[in-house]
Structures are given as structure tokens and as C-alpha cells.
């Protein structure tokens, strides 16, 4: 199912130079210091956790933590912070996290061209689902975003600037496409991003100057129904829509990948931080 976003009459507005205002150098600091404020809450928050949980001497301490399972598992360092923050932590004196937990097989990725030693890879399915979509709309630029903290982190893009990349690389109101798909479960198309009316002015001319017409965002939904990111392809010219079969393709990708990834958090994500617990409690 898609929601397209059709023209609104009225609502265009030309792209300027100086769509960050009248002073685009300080805008641009100010992006840089939101990210950077950003990519540190989520990371803060969970060293405060365990600094609470293990009684630990410092949030340094528990930066050090989560500093090492990222390094040993390959895991994103924020991607921890967000599970510290957001699960249940261990029962008083545990030696385990996640008793009994399950031990499954990594799902298959249909359609996917992921070599079979990199199917346990995060960054190679994601890399392989973004270039999956993009050959599914015909199109060479498009980014992957995860829902953490509820906040869409950027992961992955190609063909898009540097004024785009900084702008979404967390997204957390309503004015965007990604955040509606988000909110509805569902994939949505935006014909006309010059004219669209969900988009703020801002979002909308950070998009036009990367040089994006129209643009579509695919849900990755676990099978629990939760939406855990989302796949955005951009396009040149507006749109008119899809096929049937081109969007029967990417719901079916979305599937896969959203179930690939509540997997992944379910196994490499707690394997991770079952050594981080393991590793905590000797520090006590």
C-alpha cells in the first residue's frame, strides 16, 4: 500500500542559495551542534544507566563498557547506548542478561545479493537492501535511516550532498515523508516534493538542492509490527507513482529487512551486551 502526497496548489517556492538564511555559515554550525548534541544523549543516557546499575565510579566508566562490546561485537556504539536506555536491564546479581534466550538462524533475505558470509553483516545487508530499493525505483540516490530513541538515525545514503546528509541525519518531527511512513506503518510517495505540503520550507529546500524531484519511503517493519527504519529513495523528476508490482517489491524487501533486523538485535545486538554485563559485574 502506498499513501502518495499529491501537488498543493500554491506551495511552491524556488530554491535559493541561501536557503539556510541569511546567515548560512552560522546554520550550518548550528546543524553540526545539534548533531553532535544528538549523537551524545543517547550515548549519555546509557552511561548514566550503568553507572546506576553497576555501580560504577564514573559515566566513564561506562562509556569504556559500551565502548568495548561496539568494538568486539561490531556493533554501533549508539545502537547499544539505545538497548541500555530502552530494555529491561539484568536482575540483581544475574550472571546472565538474557537466560535461555533462543539461538535462531539468520532469516533469508529474498531478492537481497548479500554474499553468504556477510549475512550476519549489518552494514552489508543494509548497504545490499538500499541498493535493492533503489534498482526497484530506478534511481541511484536514496538513504537508510533506523528508529532509535525514537529518533530516525541516518545509516546509510549515496548520491546525496553533504548539506542533505547533515540535515536528516537524525529526524524527529513530523515533516518529512520518512516520519509519515514511520507513523503509518506504511509506504508513502511523495510526487512533487517542490509543491508536497508535508514537508517545513527548510526540509523541503534541503532536499530540492541535493537535486531530489520526488522521493519514496519504504518502512523495515519487524514481525512484530514495529517500525525499526526506513529505506528513502530520491528521484530527479517528479513522479507519478509506482506500479503494482514495483511496490508489491518493496513491501515484500521491507519485510525482510525489518525482520532481518529485529533478528540481528535479537542476537548479535544481546550478545553484546550479555558481555557487557559480564564484563560490568567484575568491576563491581
Not at 72 to 79: A, G, S, Y
Not at 177 to 189: D, I, L, N
Amino acid at each position: 500500500m502506498t499513501n502518495e502526497i499529491p501537488r498543493t496548489a500554491g506551495s511552491t517556492s524556488p530554491l535559493a542559495p541561501g536557503y539556510l538564511g541569511a546567515d548560512p555559515a552560522g546554520q550550518v554550525e548550528s546543524l553540526e551542534l545539534r548533531n553532535r548534541r544528538l549523537a551524545r544523549a543517547g550515548v549519555e543516557s546509557a552511561q548514566q544507566v550503568l553507572v546506576d546499575r553497576y555501580r560504577l565510579a564514573s559515566p566513564a566508566e561506562g562509556f569504556e563498557l559500551l565502548r568495548g562490546a561496539s568494538q568486539r561485537f561490531n556493533i554501533k556504539l549508539h545502537t547499544l547506548a539505545d538497548l541500555v536506555v530502552r530494555i529491561a536491564g539484568p536482575d540483581a546479581d544475574a550472571t546472565q542478561w538474557f537466560p535461555r534466550r533462543p539461538r535462531l538462524p539468520a532469516p533469508a533475505l529474498p531478492g537481497l545479493r548479500v554474499p553468504p558470509e556477510a549475512r550476519t553483516s549489518h552494514g552489508a545487508v543494509l548497504q545490499a537492501a538500499l541498493r535493492r530499493v533503489l534498482h526497484i525505483t530506478e534511481t541511484d540516490m536514496g538513504n537508510v535511516q533506523l528508529a532509535e530513541h525514537r529518533i530516525l538515525r541516518l545509516e546509510k545514503h549515496t548520491g546525496l550532498n553533504r548539506q542533505f546528509t547533515d540535515f536528516f541525519a537524525f529526524v524527529q518531527d513530523s515533516t518529512t515523508a520518512c516520519a509519515q511512513a514511520a507513523r503509518q506503518r506504511q509506504q508513502v510517495t511523495v510526487k512533487e516534493v517542490e509543491s508536497a505540503d508535508i514537508f517545513d520550507e527548510d526540509s523541503r529546500q534541503a532536499i530540492l538542492q541535493t537535486g531530489s524531484r520526488a522521493a519514496h519511503s519504504l518502512p523495515l517493519i519487524s514481525r512484530a509490527g514495529r517500525v525499526i527504519g526506513l529505506i528513502s529513495s530520491h528521484h530527479e523528476h517528479p513522479l507519478s507513482g509506482f506500479s503494482g508490482p514495483q511496490l508489491a517489491a518493496l513491501s515484500s524487501t521491507g519485510a525482510a529487512v525489518g525482520g532481518w533486523l529485529h533478528w540481528h538485535r535479537q542476537t548479535a545486538v544481546l550478545d553484546a551486551l550479555e558481555h557487557l554485563h559480564a564484563t560490568a559485574r567484575t568491576m563491581r
